[in-house]
Nanobody
Framework: QVQLVESGGDLVHTGGSLRLSCSASEGAFKYKTMGWYRQAPGKEREMVATIHPYSAANYADSVRGRFTVSRDNAKNMVFLQMDDLRVEDTGVYYC????????????WGQGTQVTVST
């Protein structure tokens, strides 16, 4: 069974930066579209960024220009660099595997909490 483990969540002030990491225990990682999704309290889970096996990326309008998704296929890892963080970026961030550039796959990590305060 594929496992995804996120790390890097923290409490930061507005304007700050964080880098999230997701490690995948899967030999087929390099063939899978990976994604970052987030869920704020009382809201539905939403797509933040997705990255194709060949590293083409797609971003939610709310984070485009501030967040950067990347991957290291040799290490089975995907990253989310988050800059200029805003209070509305607060939520649990989940790594996802095996979806499309616009929809998640069935495999999720446990999530990592990002809290942005003023």
């Amino acid at each position: 069974q594929v496992q995804l483990v996120e790390s890097g969540g923290d409490l930061v002030h507005t304007g700050g930066s964080l880098r999230l990491s997701c490690s995948a225990s899967e030999g087929a990682f390099k063939y899978k579209t990976m994604g970052w999704y987030r869920q704020a309290p009382g809201k539905e889970r939403e797509m933040v960024a997705t990255i194709h096996p060949y590293s083409a990326a797609n971003y939610a309008d709310s984070v485009r220009g501030r967040f950067t998704v990347s991957r290291d296929n040799a290490k089975n890892m995907v990253f989310l660099q988050m800059d200029d963080l805003r209070v509305e970026d607060t939520g649990v961030y989940y790594c996802n595997s095996g979806g499309t550039m616009h929809k998640p796959g069935r495999t999720w990590g446990q999530g990592t909490q990002v809290t942005v305060s003023t």
